[in-house]
């Protein structure tokens, strides 16, 4: 069986957690889009770790993880990241990354970084993680594939230097920078090689002798549906597709494999970089919510920085389950909101006058006003509840409300930061 583990609203909304806890009964778990420029926070037995290209399975001895084909690898920050866990006492994971997955290359960082400096305040809010760089590579076809490590040297050096004829065009002229060397960067590549041989593997033929043989199979994705550069609010947006379906092509298994889509939601909501969020609020009620969510607060996991805080956008949230195909909604974080009297909650977006429960284009979304409903606070710590009808009725209700102007079933309540803080509850309760 396979399932894929995706955000349902701009990244942020704690799949991290979902794909830990879902490992343990998964024998694969597959990252299949995204790089480094995003990160799972994890809290389990070992202790607190940000993720930022390993799949959030690692931390179980029977599991295999897998990069998939449609990573973009950077693999310097994976065998870091690796090294990491392991120093943290973690058992060497198994380890597999697809012979068809791109590599993120050290010139990618850089052209990110130097147009995000041109640009200056109408920049996209990157990282600067090479993502964009990267993927505008692998659609121009001039990137590498991991297979390419292996080929003939000559060849190699032929190739590096017809891309390297047009990346030092844009260096000199745009931006003023020194050129790339092909020497230089055929090191790099001999340098990843050496690196990663010995985890490569034919991973669409590896998943498909696993179906066969009825193995439990676990998509892990990154960000959410409103960074989709298709779906989500372009152009602040990523650069790889980030809903499930995307997850059969990045895994390299057939579409109708995918039986279950958990779509994960923030019972407040949140976002970490540029572009329209319609239920954004700000100054000490921000700083609030910000500081009392997450694991030790509201901050990305790669970068640090303090992410933008809003309340729970139902508008945005039904479209983004929609798009995913979620089968289940896993509502996340909800132990933050303890504190509050009352909790508005965004059910429509006033636009011109008028009142929509549709997400609609970006354009449009710079004219949205959120309509709010105010729901009862509960008012009490909900941490360490198991059971879904321990909790205070006005806790129920909020997610019941929710559940109903999503319009899809919240299988699963998370309570707190750690592996077994999660509540199942059936959809008839």
């Known amino acids: 069986m396979v399932r894929a583990v995706v ?10 957690k979902i794909t830990d806890m879902l490992g343990q009964e998964s024998d694969i778990i597959v990252r299949f889009q995204g790089g480094a420029n995003a990160g799972h926070t994890i809290v389990n037995n070992y ?8 799949p959030s399975g690692v931390f179980y001895g029977h599991t295999t993880s897998i990069i998939g084909n449609g990573v973009a ?10 090294q990491g866990i392991v120093d943290r006492k973690v058992p060497m994971p198994k380890l597999l990354v697809s012979d068809r997955a791109q590599i993120v290359m050290s010139y990618h960082i850089l052209f990110d970084q130097l147009e995000e400096e041109r640009l200056a305040g109408k920049s996209f809010g990157s990282t600067k993680s ?21 080929m003939d040297e000559t060849e190699l050096k032929e190739k590096i230097e017809r891309v390297i004829l047009q990346k030092n065009v844009l260096l000199e002229h745009l931006y003023h920078a020194q050129p790339l060397k092909t020497e230089e960067i055929f090191e790099e590549l001999m340098s990843y090689k050496k690196m990663v041989e010995p985890y490569v593997c034919d991973v669409s033929s590896y998943l498909h002798e696993a179906l066969k043989e009825g193995k439990n199979i676990l998509l892990e994705g990154q960000l959410g549906t409103l960074k989709d550069p298709d779906h989500g609010i372009y152009p602040m947006v990523t650069s790889s597709s980030t809903l ?9 298994i057939p579409p109708y494999e995918i039986k279950q889509v958990i779509a994960v939601c923030k019972a407040y909501s949140s976002a970490v970089g540029a572009g329209a969020f319609v239920s954004e609020i700000f100054g000490e009620e921000a700083d609030e919510l910000r500081n009392r969510g997450g ?18 956008d139902c508008v945005a949230s039904r479209y983004g389950c929609r798009l995913q195909g ?10 933050v909101l303890g504190y509050l009297d009352e909790i508005p909650v965004c059910v429509g977006y006033e636009i011109d006058g008028k009142v929509t429960r549709e997400f609609p284009a970006t354009y449009l979304l710079g004219r949205a006003k959120p309509v709010y409903e105010i729901l009862p606070g509960w008012k009490c710590d909900i941490s360490g509840i198991r059971n879904y009808e321990d909790l205070p009725e006005k806790c129920r209700n909020y997610v019941e409300f929710v559940e109903k102007q999503l319009g899809f079933p919240i299988t699963m309540v998370s309570n707190g930061p750690g592996r077994g803080d999660i509540i199942f509850r059936s959809t008839g309760a």
């Open 7 to 16: 955000g349902a609203n701009w990244g942020d909304e704690g799949k991290g």
């Open 47 to 54: 202790g607190k770790f940000a993720l930022h290209t390993l």
């Open 73 to 82: 690898l950077n693999i310097p920050v994976l065998f870091r990241e690796l």
């Open 130 to 150: 090479g993502i964009a760089p990267f993927y505008s590579d692998k659609y121009a076809k001039i990137g590498f594939q991991v297979s390419e490590l292996f």
């Open 244 to 252: 499930a379906a995307y997850g059969a092509i990045g895994a390299g």
């Open 295 to 312: 694991d030790g607060g509201e901050y990305g996991a790669t970068t640090g920085r303090p992410r933008r805080m809003g309340w729970f």
């Open 326 to 335: 979620a089968t289940d909604v896993a509502f996340t974080v909800l132990d």
